[in-house]
């Protein structure tokens, strides 16, 4: 416990090699760590409030790896359901900026380095959120719903898959098949089950299927032919 303390404490001041060195530990030490004691949310909430909202830190390239770690850390600490609620309200609109900026940078250049794993990461996260009551309809501001169906293009696999992933917890939740009916989602869903196999191909079928609640969008499918190709 003394190590999370220690780890809480550096995060009140600038980012540094010895907090580095904590992260690393925490994320080997808890890699297949799923339930944690309460003492551990203010340590969810400063990596939030303290690093993710500092511009100068979170898109400066030299910093990347850093930040990779960061998100590691939220990522492992966010499989717990508990940590999750009110003290995180703000999370999503965080997340919805790196988002937004990594997104463009990973297209304008597919082979950045650090890129792909980041938005791996945040698309896990977001999926986590998904599953809390107060934190889940905050997903559905901030362009978040726009840009993972955006981030389906990705020529990389691991993105394409965390996002399909995203999307489909996301679709279990009100409201957001009104967002995705303007977005290029089924086109790009159709694109995956042609052109990839496997597991790629059952996900996206079961977005598809799930989209396809909404009228628009399952008229959308039929006009594309979708339903020929759809897995039941």
């Known amino acids: 416990m003394s190590k999370i303390l220690d780890l809480v404490t550096s995060l009140e001041d600038n980012p540094s090699m010895q907090e580095r060195s904590l992260l690393d530990e925490f994320i080997s030490s808890h890699t297949h ?4 004691p309460q003492d551990f949310q ?11 909202t500092i511009k ?9 790896p850093y930040v990779l770690k960061i998100l590691q850390t939220i990522r492992i600490l966010s499989r717990d359901k508990n940590l999750l609620g009110d003290s995180l ?3 999503p609109s965080t997340l919805a900026v790196l988002l937004k900026t990594y997104a463009h940078q990973h297209f304008l250049d597919f082979n950045a380095k650090h890129l792909s794993e980041l938005l791996v990461e945040i698309a896990t996260i977001l999926r ?12 559905l501001k901030d362009d978040i719903p726009e840009v993972l169906c955006l981030m389906l293009g990705s020529t990389h696999a691991i993105v394409a898959r965390a996002t399909l992933e995203a999307l489909i917890s996301l679709s ?17 869903l159709l694109r995956i089950i042609s052109e990839y196999d496997g597991e790629f191909i059952q996900l996206a079928s079961k977005l598809l299927n799930s989209i396809c609640e909404n009228e628009e969008m399952s008229r959308q499918v039929r006009m594309q032919r979708g339903n020929l190709i759809m897995l039941k």
């Open 33 to 36: 760590t799923y339930h944690f």
């Open 42 to 52: 203010p340590l969810l909430g400063s990596l939030f409030s303290s690093r993710l």
């Open 56 to 64: 100068e830190f979170t898109f400066t390239q030299d910093f990347y």
């Open 89 to 91: 309200i703000s999370a």
């Open 128 to 139: 986590r959120l998904c599953d809390c009551e107060v934190l889940g309809p905050e997903l």
């Open 172 to 188: 279990a939740m009100s409201g957001v098949h009104q967002v995705l009916e303007k977005t290029c989602i089924v086109e790009l």
